[in-house]
């Protein structure tokens, strides 16, 4: 009744929605990078939508299912197979007992997605599954996955699948409607942003440089944020800012005039001035970049904004609904 990962990734970790209402602590949410590819993985298996999923960097792990398990994979694709076979993502997959999943190359996006139908059984700290790495609490023993590591599994099952054999389930979540589902694959990404506090502080010419050129993310970037590599910004003075709330998507100007992008481990306040934050409909699609990738913002209104973050979410209730009906046909057919 496990999931054993017989050779270890780079950072494979258990990640969920975030751990919220301990910011003023100095708690940070933490969860998942790319949280919208992290639902649609877990309503493929039935799952609500916030259950702890493991999130995944290339090269990833490879796993073993002591088991028979209903799983999903999402966010990036890194060319999965089980028992050497090729896998879909956004399919729902029945792995059966010792079958083995592994990832052979970073096909298109940075973060991939494992849900396990029923989840977990490991312990929440502070509400979350989240994997806290500088606390080392949190998901698996506060650290990313090692090898000989087992997590156990929430549900006992008896699928109707042979040993080392898998059934791809005939039902597919639209990739269409992802932001963005092939993040990664072109070299240059338009990123929607929303004026920041400090927004005003800029010269005319780093206001101009800011929506007219491409930033690349450098590889001195990770799950805490993305450093740019950029034509340096100026401010039009050096007075300091009061250390501020700051939040996934907050676009720093650091003092060399380089820009940061706060991701998933973000601190929980910063004294760098707030020029711009990325509007929460494109987490999605800045999680999935990495470095060598281009950005290019663009500002956007409030009303758009909203509207683009309703969409995901109508989706998102849609799909649910969906695979919900698909699973319990499947399993009452067959059972």
């Not at 050779?7 to 708690?27: C, E, S, V, W």
């Not at 920041?196 to 007219?212: C, P, V």
């Not at 944020?225 to 039009?236: A, E, M, T, V």
């Not at 987490?283 to 995901?312: C, P, V, W, Y």
Request: charged share 20%.
């Amino acid at each position: 009744m496990s999931l054993k990962i017989i050779k270890a990734g780079i950072l494979d970790t258990i990640q969920d929605m975030g751990r919220y209402g301990q910011q003023h602590l100095g708690i940070n949410p933490a969860g998942a990078m790319d949280k919208y590819a992290m639902q649609v993985t877990n309503i493929l298996v039935g799952n609500q939508p916030r259950e702890a999923t493991i999130e995944m960097h290339f090269p990833a792990s490879v796993f073993m299912f002591t088991q028979p398990a209903l799983i999903a994979l999402g966010g990036a694709d890194f060319s999965a197979s089980i028992n050497g076979e090729p896998v879909p993502n956004l399919h729902a997959i029945i792995v059966g007992k010792n079958d083995v999943l592994q990832f052979h190359r970073p096909v298109n996006g940075a973060r991939a997605y494992l849900a396990i139908g029923g989840g977990f059984a490991i312990n929440k700290w502070m509400n979350s599954y989240s994997t806290h790495l500088k606390a080392r609490v949190g998901g698996y023993k506060g650290r990313n996955l090692g090898k000989d590591d087992e997590l156990l599994l929430s549900q006992p099952s008896s699928f109707p699948v042979k040993q080392n054999d898998f059934i791809i389930l005939p039902w597919q979540a639209d990739a269409g409607c992802l932001p963005d589902s092939k993040a990664g694959s072109h070299d240059q990404k338009e990123i929607f942003v929303l004026p920041g506090n400090e927004w005003e502080r800029l010269t005319a010419e780093s206001k101009e440089n800011f929506t007219m050129t491409a930033f690349i993310i450098t590889q001195q970037s990770d799950r805490m944020g993305y450093r740019l590599n950029n034509i340096p910004l100026r401010s039009l003075t050096n007075e300091e800012v009061i250390s501020s709330a700051v939040s996934f998507g907050t676009v720093q100007l650091l003092p060399d005039g380089r820009l940061i992008v706060l991701m998933a481990d973000h601190q929980t306040t910063g004294g760098y001035p707030r020029v711009a934050h990325v509007i929460a409909a494109h987490h999605s699609k800045l999680a999935q970049m990495k470095a060598g990738n281009k950005i290019h913002f663009r500002f956007t209104d409030q009303q758009t904004a909203e509207k683009l973050f309703i969409k995901q979410q109508q989706h998102l209730l849609q799909l649910q609904n969906a695979c919900t009906f698909k699973l319990q046909e499947y399993f009452n057919n067959k059972g």
